[in-house]
Nanobody, 115 residues
């Protein structure tokens, strides 16, 4: 059974920080590209950040310099450190595990940036 379980979402003030975690089970974690996506009300789901099995990373232009994706192979966990949060970062954030033959999604965690 494949599971991706996100945690760490919540309410934070503009300029604040939040760290999301995604714990994976049921997959060979080290061979998957892991990513964070988000979906705001009325918008399509978009890629936020991605980290390959070799450690290479990609970020959406809107979060470059503010967000950092990382992975801990020993814990089968991927993280998203979010700094200098803005109201436009408000969305449901989803964890994704991708390979050439399989694609898995977590249930999502709500991030709300508001005063």
């Amino acid at each position: 059974q494949v599971q991706l379980v996100e945690s760490g979402g919540g309410l934070v003030q503009p300029g604040g920080s939040l760290r999301l975690s995604c714990a994976a089970s049921g997959i060979i974690f080290s061979i998957y590209t892991m990513g964070w996506y988000r979906q705001a009300p009325g918008k399509q789901r978009e890629l936020v950040a991605r980290i390959g099995n070799y450690g290479s990373t990609n970020y959406a232009d809107s979060v470059k310099g503010r967000f950092t994706i990382s992975r801990d192979t020993a814990k089968n966990t991927v993280f998203l450190q979010m700094n200098s949060l803005k109201s436009e970062d408000t969305a449901v954030y989803y964890c994704n595990a991708w390979s050439t033959i399989m694609n898995y999604w977590g249930q999502g965690t709500q991030v709300t940036v508001s005063s």
